[in-house]
């Protein structure tokens, strides 16, 4: 029968001697200040959720506005019919404000106002 021996480890150390792993710590973007006045910088990125076609007309107003849209569409996106509906009102959005619409990713969607494009390439890393 083997003998079991007692703790080999020091407090504040995990199994064998190895140091715990400590929590990941966030930093709270709210808290940030870069020192910059944001309505004299131009345009904003502005980052939004979707979750149903009524939100789109609150968000129209943002890149009527001259800033650029970041829309989140994970919460609908098993919803085909709410999301045509959502990317075509982006679409004459766009159009109205000579702006450009483009998919990011797998559920998010890029809005610009006027004289802002969107490239479809995407830039690799360079080896």
């Given at each position: 029968m083997?003998?079991?021996?007692?703790?080999?480890?020091?407090p504040g150390e995990g199994y064998r001697g190895r140091r715990a792993r400590e929590p990941r710590k966030y930093i709270d973007l709210n808290e940030y200040d870069t020192g910059m006045d944001a309505q004299a910088s131009g345009p904003m990125i502005r980052v939004a959720e979707?979750?149903?076609?009524?939100?789109?007309?609150?968000?129209?107003d943002i890149v009527y506005n001259g800033d650029i849209l970041l829309i989140d569409y994970s919460?609908?996106?098993?919803?085909?019919?709410?999301?045509r509906r959502i990317i075509s009102e982006l679409k004459s959005i766009a159009k109205d404000v000579n702006g450009d619409v483009a998919g990011i990713g797998k559920n998010f969607l890029a809005v610009t106002p006027s004289g802002m494009r969107i490239s479809r390439k995407k830039i690799r890393g360079l080896s």
């Open positions: 083997p003998i079991l021996k007692g703790r080999t480890s020091k979707v979750y149903r076609y009524e939100d789109v007309r609150k968000l129209s919460s609908i996106a098993n919803d085909d019919l709410t999301l």
